[in-house]
């Protein structure tokens, strides 16, 4: 034990050389000492060492499973994709299927431990809760072997009467530690199986739900209607059929129609016409089953069976009898009849036909004014013993009681008394038998080894360690707790349900209600409840900003309540082992830059153009000039520079002077020769087409000279221009951050590009991450910085490497040192061992058990020699 904590122990350096020496391997390499590692490795294999047992216990910021909900709401939806019928008939299995997914709701009842998606399980066909196949099997093998031992352990026995009482014959079966459903032996779960059972073993996959093979259920809907269940194969109750067939109403009558599998069962709107078993109402009643009408409803006068009474009753009640007696005389004209209201002939005088004594022995014929009288002889009539006979000689009534003297056996069966046979003889011995839960006795009086169940409660701990088992003392394992645990959400208004003994173990639900933690921040930042802390406020600031000095809100993220953190620039590590910590503060940053655009006119008064607030200065906006000369004909060609009247149109004063002859051209660039002379006016419209390309360079536009080279408003102008050479399609031209161009066929530099809000994906330093970003974000300077989980790939690949370079040093070490002992073994000097030593050592043993032996020797010949000569 020392020398394996030794090696796991960097810093251990108690292993001896001889244990060096001695440990080694099969292959005869020999391992490595502790002592002799550098101290580099030494610390490498630490670091490692507490960065694993950091990541055990390193617990997220912001704990959110919105992967989760997206995960188990695409799973759902794949499921229900094949049903085509009523989403509200989905409810049982939708329920179902959503209890399941919520955390800690697939519980094991039998081991209170949770399901985990790779773990084997069986699902009960009855209440579909399901549980380890482990521990369901158990459990099955447990029930059934008890029983088996409580039958073998049930023998034939003798009654009180002596008659043999053979044991029941009973099948053993095992049930559902939930529902109690009964199984047979030869249903217990052998194998794992999806929940349709088609797949053996299923694999688990991340978009499938866990447990199930992905096909489609295939399962015969209940009730039996010949189709089979249409979604994937899935935990829980199958949903009422969705096929459409046709099918009649209920009565018949009505021509079939489409109806819904589930649904086909429907009544018309016509009443039944049939009569009611009075023969006097029809029925009437809304659509039903042939000759299944109600019974009649409605009243009426009826007689009774004799005809004396009349009386309102209902129609589905004919036959009545009333309470008067016949009393019409027989034929002999002594006696009347004493029947009830009855029906037909009384009949002959019952006390006029051949009548027995009352021992029933003698049979004779008397006038029904005569009684027959006792025979005389005995009654011999079996008593209520079925033991002995009436000796008494032939009477009226019941026989007396048994007074027979016999020996009597107690119901038990161990005391025996003389007693009259119709009395009863119980004992006061108890019975000391077990009783069937096999724990307490039966402690029943006189008991005729048919001890009644255990009548106790079994008061066991059940596996929640809340609660006891209420149920009679039994054999085996007590069943599950069936009490429910409450698992609330933070505010409390959020609650579930969840088996008894869960409720530390189960993460606690998702609550839709707001949370009522007070924001950090001025804005009211509402979000649902949740556990740890509160997310960052996502909200624009809105405040004014101080920082630019402008009359615009801040329209950054909400910055009140920021986490940064700190870092101590005068830290001075005192080894290569210790970092600094970083210290995380909670801070109100100051606003940043307005970053609102703001329109801005160009020195020269040609274009407003937007720039954000912070830069919003008026400056040369690069075009030229185009101020028109005193000349008439031209324009000034200098680049935008400052002038008097921003929306003047003639020369300025800082304008270029025109130097040109007066002759010029067709106006604004006209090719084609002007038919007049050079002139200060406007030349003649050229109705000349000009064919030319677009401002894109792909389709070919025609439009005439005249209307693109006329005088006109410069601004005008420019715009009809621009539309003539247009081909009113979108611009192929991408903006700077590679998107294309959202305006049509135009010339020139696309404008707006800083309005271009697409996204784009951003990738970190590392490319470990990616997220996508607006453009205007991106153009803001917006970077994507690695975080921890980039570092720890980092530096797996670090440690891998280094790792990775270490085995191969220590091959090409132990590759060099074979070599060394086969070189060494081959061409160096043979040893040889000295034996001086060791002889030396072995005389020197030698000479000194010589002279201790010589006093021994002498002390026992001077001892034989005294008993010699004293005896002489």
Known sequence: MSTKRDINNPWSNKTSPANAINSKSKNGSVATNPKNKPADQKFKEAKKKHEEYAKKHNILEYDSSSDEEFEAGSMLESVFKNYVGDNSELQRTQDFLENVFQSGAATCLICIATVKRTEAIWSCEHCFCFFHLACIQRWANDSTSLKKLQYESEVDYYNNRGELIVRQKKTIKWDCPKCRKDYNLSEVPKHYTCFCSKELNPQNHPWLIPHSCGDTCGKALKPDCGHKCVLLCHPGPCPPCPQVVMTSCVCGTSNPKSMRCAQKTWKCVSKCKLKLKCGIHVCGQGCHEK????????????????????????????????????????????????????????????????????????????????????????????????????????????????????????????????????????????????????????????????????????????????????????????????????????????????????????????????????????????????????????????????????????????????????????????????????????????????????????????????????????????????????????????????????????????????EEDCIFERSNGCIHPCQRPCHTGECDLCLANIKTTCHCGLTQVYYKCGDYYRNDDENVLTADREKLRSCLNRCIKNYECGHRCVDICHSGKCLNSESCKKKSKVYCDCKTRKVDATCDKIRAGFRLNCDDSCKVRLEEMRLAAEEQERKQKEIEDEKNRLEMLDFEKKFGKKKFKERKRNVVEETESKMWMFWIGIPIVLTVVSVALYYVFAKG
């Not at 004014?369 to 013993?385: F, H, N, R, V």
């Not at 609330?488 to 088996?499: E, F, Y």
């Not at 649902?528 to 101080?546: G, K, M, R, W």
């Not at 008026?618 to 008097?644: A, D, I, M, Y």
Request: hydrophobic share 20%; charged share 25%; proline share 8%.
């Open 291 to 658: 000759n299944k009408c109600p019974p009649c409803s409605k009243k009426s006068k009826q007689s009774c069976l004799c005809g004396n009474s009349f009386l309102e009753r209902n129609c589905d009640d004919l036959i009545w009898h009333c309470e008067k007696k016949c009393n019409k005389s027989y034929s002999c004209g002594l006696h009347t009849c004493q029947l009830k209201c009855h029906v037909g002939d009384c009949g002959d005088c019952p006390l006029g036909l051949p009548r027995e004594c009352p021992c029933g022995k003698q049979k004779s014929k008397a006038p029904c004014s005569e009684e027959i009288g006792p025979c005389g002889d005995t009654c011999q009539k079996m008593l209520a013993c079925e033991l002995h006979i009436c000796v008494e000689r032939c009477h009226k009534g019941n026989c007396s009681p048994c007074n027979e003297i016999i020996l009597k056996q107690c119901r038990c069966g161990q005391h025996s008394k003389e007693l009259p046979c119709s009395k009863s003889f119980l004992c006061e011995t108890k019975c000391k038998q077990m009783r069937d839960c096999n724990k307490h006795t039966c402690s029943r009086k006189c008991c005729d080894n048919q001890c009644p169940p255990c009548d106790k409660v079994c008061g066991k701990t059940l596996s929640c360690g809340k609660h006891k088992c209420t149920s009679l003392c039994h054999h085996g394992p007590c069943y599950p707790c069936t009490a429910k645990a409450p698992v609330k959400c933070r505010c409390g208004k959020t609650v579930i349900n969840v088996a008894c003994g869960r409720e530390k173990k189960v993460k606690p639900p998702k609550c839709s209600h707001p949370c009522r933690i007070p924001s950090k921040c001025h804005h009211d930042n509402p979000h649902n409840c949740h556990q740890n802390e509160c997310p960052p406020c996502n909200q624009l600031c809105l405040l004014p900003n101080d920082t630019t000095n402008c009359d615009h809100p801040c329209q950054a993220k909400c910055h009140d309540s920021v986490k940064v953190s700190i870092i101590d620039k005068k830290f001075k590590p005192a080894g290569p082992w210790e970092k600094q910590v970083e210290r995380i503060e909670i801070q109100k940053l100051p606003h940043p830059p307005c970053e609102v655009e703001v329109p801005v006119v160009c020195i020269g008064g040609h274009e407003k153009v937007l720039w954000t607030c912070w830069n919003s200065q008026p400056s040369s906006c690069g075009r030229k000039c185009g101020r028109q000369l005193f000349c008439g004909n031209h324009f000034c060609q200098n680049q935008c520079h400052e002038v008097t009247d921003l929306n003047g149109k003639m020369q300025d004063d800082l304008c270029s002077q025109c």
